[in-house]
């Protein structure tokens, strides 16, 4: 994805766009792996760093998976280290403005990490207290002063009697005090703020001590702290931007703050997105632009959120939140690229070569727009159309580096996937029960159902929900599954994977579904059952109807070697083939004709061909009402 499709300028007037009195909204970017959420942050990121204070995290960075060494989990969460990672970036220099300082934050993180400091670790509580301390420091060469002398005093609270947290906590309120700099005033002013933490009835001291004894108790009493967390990193946002409206005299700050979480459905993200949420809810404004990427459709965070397209959120169509956290949240589906982006990403992949006409449509039609395909498609074109490789199946089965560039594609949109094999025989699948049988006869012993149901579930978390007659929803991930399912292995009988799953399936199918079983027959190269349920159903149902079957038969992926059906869609077989006895033999050549080049034309790695188009034109006219069977003439 690039800044010539989707500008970043235009992503962040969303939040001007709907100007509601409860805020802007939360802004998610939704779907599935390779449609550029990520690439579109990054951007973001960069196009507003140096104008606006500006964060981005990723979700699935390894340090939200789990505390640094030494830490005590019940004093680390992935909402911690994503709140001190953000407000790290949020106060990077920024103009003559300075940097933004986080007092009420860093009070917070301050009195939860004191919870796990009853190990005595002395050269990681200094760490600890340093990195947050920092988060209320404008920064210069007094900097490591203050911060130094104040730890020390933290360090010394150690040996104390009693609860650890209360005497750090007592401890950090004296050093605030007593210190004459500007940063020890921000954090009294900081420390001030607990007061008014649920039953601290107005004393600072207690409301640090109940935030951190909340946070390190776990569940919903860990939740309710990281949203006080949140709040304080609101909170001391806007005091930042207050000398914009006069309250407190200071140079004015450019821009709002934008906050950037990817991968917002891990926790790091998600505990931040939750709590945002919940305090706008409550009533709580802010002026911050949060964007986040979601992999998926939806979340059960953001069941209440509203959903637009991207042209509808730059536009600012009606949105007002409900009463329910996420009802502040604005669901996004970011486009996919056009024909034009297509080409363009062909040709610029391409510099000095002849790009085929065809193939940038073929690779749109494959690809369906997604970004990350049609990158990867493009960069094997580039590699190889100097050696004749033109056509998507072509690109798709070219080595780079020792490995398909299919295999390269799918290990990006399904990574770590380590049932990929089993995913492909189920590609073949049109819906659980389909799956069931194939996972029964074809896969190993013990996969059963609940493989099935396990592997549903992780399509479904990538992006991948089912769809009516599709165990993989995508067509384009299903083109690749298919890939490997007929170059990647072969079943326990030593023959192809593929035909062993479609036989199966036909056989599952038999005569009471007959189009699922012409399907499967036309796959394993046996069209002439496919041609017989054509040709009888024609007379009987709605030309709608016949063409919808005739759709569905031919969406058969063709595993052949030898591709003869552009040869028998244009006619060059009728004198050779024998129509079946007691057949009207027009009207069975016309079908067949049909047939087969329907099934060229819809084969997504194989591009159009003219003559195939046009002759298959002339025979639909042929078989449609009105005609007064032009096949017997």
């Known amino acids: ?32 792996r390779g449609l ?76 939860v990490a004191a ?31 203050w911060v130094g002398r104040t730890v020390a005093r933290l360090v010394s609270s150690l040996s104390d009697q009693g609860p650890v947290v209360e005497a750090i906590v007592e401890t950090a309120l004296e050093a605030f005090s007593e210190g004459m700099s500007s940063s020890h005033r921000r954090l009294r002013r900081g420390a001030v703020w607990y007061r008014d933490h649920p039953h601290a009835a107005g ?16 569940g919903d009493a860990r939740t309710h702290a990281e949203h006080h967390l949140v709040r304080a990193l609101l909170a001391d946002l806007d005091d930042a931007y207050a000398g914009v409206a006069g309250v407190v005299p200071r140079p004015q700050r450019g821009g709002r703050p934008v906050v950037l979480l990817d991968n917002v459905q891990e926790a790091a993200g998600r505990r931040l997105m939750e709590s945002v949420l919940r305090a706008r809810a409550d009533g709580r404004a802010d002026q911050v632009a949060f964007f986040a990427g979601l992999r998926g459709q939806g979340h059960p965070a953001l069941r209440n959120a509203a959903r637009r397209t ?62 990350l395909g049609t990158a990867l498609l493009a960069a094997s074109a580039g590699r190889n159309l100097a050696r004749g490789l033109g056509t998507p199946a072509d690109l798709l089965l070219a080595e780079d580096t020792g490995r398909r560039a299919y295999e390269t ?38 996969f059963g159902e609940s493989g099935v149901r396990a592997l549903s579930s992780r399509l479904a978390a990538q992006g991948h929900a089912p769809a009516p007659d599709h165990f993989v929803s995508d067509p384009f991930l299903r083109a690749l599954l ?20 479609h036989r199966a399936l036909a056989a599952h199918y038999g005569g009471a579904h007959p189009l699922h079983r012409a399907h499967h027959e036309l796959a394993l190269g046996n069209a002439d059952f496919a041609v017989s349920h054509l040709r009888e159903t024609l007379p009987a149902l709605d030309l709608r109807e016949w063409l ?32 079946p006895p007691g057949t009207d033999p027009g009207l069975h050549l016309c079908v067949r004709r049909a047939l087969h080049a329907t099934w060229y034309e819809a084969d997504p790695l194989t591009p159009p061909a003219p003559e195939v188009t046009a002759r298959l034109q002339r025979d639909l006219g042929r078989l449609g009402p009105g005609a007064s069977h032009p096949w017997a003439r």
Request: aromatic letters at 4%; charged letters at 20%.
């Open 310 to 371: 991207l042209a509808e959120a730059t536009r600012g169509t009606d949105w007002t939140p409900g009463g329910t956290p996420s009802s502040h949240a604005l669901l996004v589906s970011l486009p996919p690229f056009s024909p034009d982006d297509t080409r363009q990403a062909v040709e610029a992949a391409c510099p000095g070569q002849s790009v085929p006409p065809a193939l940038p449509f073929a690779v749109h039609r494959l690809t369906g727009g997604n970004p």
């Open 482 to 501: 298919l890939l490997h399912l007929r170059h990647g292995h072969t079943a326990g009988s030593g023959r192809p994977a593929w035909r062993e799953a």
């Open 115 to 145: 919870g796990g400091w009853g190990d005595r670790g002395l050269s990681r509580v200094c760490a600890e207290a340093e990195r947050v301390l920092l988060l209320s420091d404008t920064g210069g060469w007094l900097a490591g002063r």
């Open 203 to 218: 004393n600072p001291k207690l409301g640090m001590v109940l935030l951190s004894r909340h946070f390190h108790a776990g």
């Open 36 to 111: 550029g959420r990520s690439t579109v942050l990054r951007e973001l990121c960069a196009a507003y760093r140096g104008r606006s204070p500006v964060a981005l995290i990723d979700g699935e960075e390894t340090r939200f998976d789990r505390p640094p060494p030494g830490r005590p989990p019940a004093s680390w969460s992935p909402a911690y280290e994503a709140l001190t990672v953000v407000a790290e970036q949020l106060a990077e220099p920024l103009g003559g403005a300075g940097r933004i300082t986080f007092p009420r934050l860093a009070c917070g993180l301050l009195a």
């Open 548 to 579: 919808a079957a005739l759709t569905f038969i031919t969406s058969a992926p063709h595993h052949s070697s030898d591709d003869h059906r552009a040869a028998i869609a244009v006619g060059r077989t009728d004198a050779s083939h024998r129509p």
């Open 1 to 32: 994805m690039t800044t010539a499709t989707i500008q970043p300028h235009a992503l962040l007037d969303i939040p001007k766009a709907f100007r509601p009195p409860e805020g802007p909204p939360f802004v998610v970017l939704a779907g599935a």
């Open 409 to 446: 594609v799918l290990d990006r949109l399904l990574p770590d996937e380590d049932h990929l094999d089993e995913l492909a025989v189920l590609s073949l699948a049109h819906d659980h029960a389909s799956a069931v049988v194939l996972a029964e006869s074809q896969l190993p012993v013990g």
